[in-house]
């Protein structure tokens, strides 16, 4: 077999293609284990055995740290094949993925040299929703507050939890524009409370918690600003920011929820008897099936394109712009709505058989789930769309917002 080309910008040490094998083996795990994973509201210790040798927590991060450093096409394939086997599993990976990433790309080398030292094998989880406040002490900060949707919460080391900072009368302190700092404080998972709260539609064995902090330190190397942070390491790729790195890991979930409900409904088709029977001699069910599979394969390769053209970006030793940002967020919305309209298709299709514990009700739940995420929310959508139609051409994306240039 031909070695893949590889480029500067990219580790060499890691073939992605042996990642992908490892997959296929752990893949009748982690489906065995999937009705388990949502019964107990997170991963069973099988699947998360089965997981930890994938490091997908060092995927994105340097060599020089013990990671990978793949490009994101590789990235999205990883993502996308674990989650064709377990949406669960493929979630809590995309979360580690990505937030592994950021911690990797946004904090000091001093904070990064313990966090990615060799021998340790840290998993970062959290919420980038600035839903607590850090007050400054000496040596760093005290953190208090809430969050939600800590996915993969129970199986991390670290945590990644966005905060206002107290201005010193308990109000958001504000930078020398008037704008409010955020920040992103990293704190070990044992410092936190876990509360739980997670009884939702469906990925259900992702453990996504609410968790707290109650005067937690936080050092002072352990906090980057989350709205405003540059890259300190693999600067063209980093770039991307906390955005576009998240992009990547919920754009190869939904690559991979998608491409296994249309296997599943075709699989089911394909029987004889009963529902299946019916639908398999049906012109209607195969000819829009014929339509539901264009309709991904085009989203698909809008994704791959988008994400080529990023690496070609990177290689070139270039940034990204405004332009390529709004392109990955429009692959990101495209593949999650052809996935929806797949899983409404195939639920419909398979009658009482969708009904039932198994792969096509639980896919349809998690679908429903992920397409209501914020990142994929409609105003996201609607500035990209201003941005490459010509109407704000001069703006720029900050976390999710494309806003004038200053």
Request: charged share 20%.
């Amino acid at each position: 077999m031909n070695k893949p080309i590889k480029h500067g910008s990219w580790g060499t040490t890691v073939d992605h293609r042996d990642l992908l094998k490892k997959i296929a083996e752990i893949g009748p795990i982690l489906e065995a284990n999937a009705a388990a994973d949502e019964e107990s509201g997170e991963l069973t210790q099988a699947s998360f055995e089965a997981l930890k040798p994938l490091r997908m927590s060092h995927i994105f991060a340097a060599e020089s740290l013990g990671g990978a450093q793949l490009p994101p096409t590789q990235g999205l394939e990883l993502i996308e094949a674990i989650t064709w086997h377990s949406g669960a599993a493929g979630w809590v990976s995309m979360v580690h993925c990505c937030i592994g990433a950021m911690s990797a790309a946004f904090l000091p080398d001093s904070a990064v040299a313990r966090l990615f030292a060799p021998g340790t094998d840290n998993r970062f989880s959290g919420q980038g929703a600035p839903l607590g406040m850090l007050k400054k002490v000496d040596g760093g900060y005290r953190l208090n507050g809430k969050w939600s949707y800590g996915s993969g919460f129970s199986h991390a080391t670290y945590s990644h939890s966005a905060a206002f900072v107290d201005d010193g009368s308990g109000k958001p302190a504000k930078d020398e524009n008037g704008n409010v700092i955020v920040m992103c404080a990293h704190a070990p998972i044992s410092e936190h409370k876990q509360l739980g709260n997670w009884d939702v539609l469906g990925l259900g064995g992702t453990g996504s918690i609410d968790y707290a902090a109650e005067d937690v330190f936080i050092a002072d190397d352990l906090v980057f600003p989350i709205l405003t942070a540059p890259p300190l390491r693999q600067k063209e790729f980093f770039s991307l920011g906390v955005v576009g790195l998240a992009a990547i890991g919920h754009t190869g979930w939904a690559l991979g929820a998608g491409r296994r409900m249309l296997d599943e409904i075709a699989k089911f088709a394909r029987s004889k008897s009963g529902r299946a029977g019916l639908i398999g001699e049906s012109e209607k069910f195969w000819h829009d099936y014929g339509r539901a599979e264009a309709r991904y394969r085009a989203a698909r390769a809008f994704v791959f394109e988008t994400w080529r053209d990023v690496e070609a970006t990177v290689e070139a030793g270039n940034r990204m712009s405004t332009r390529q940002i709004s392109l990955v967020h429009l692959a990101k919305s495209e593949i999650h709505e052809v996935g929806v309209d797949i899983c409404n298709f195939a639920y419909r299709a398979g009658g009482g058989a969708s009904l039932r514990a198994g792969v096509i009700q639980r896919t349809f739940r998690e679908m429903m789930v992920a397409a209501n995420h914020f990142t994929i929310a409609p105003s996201i959508v609607t500035s990209a769309g201003r941005d490459i139609g010509g109407m704000w051409s001069d703006r720029v994306w900050q976390f999710y917002d494309l806003i004038e240039k200053k």
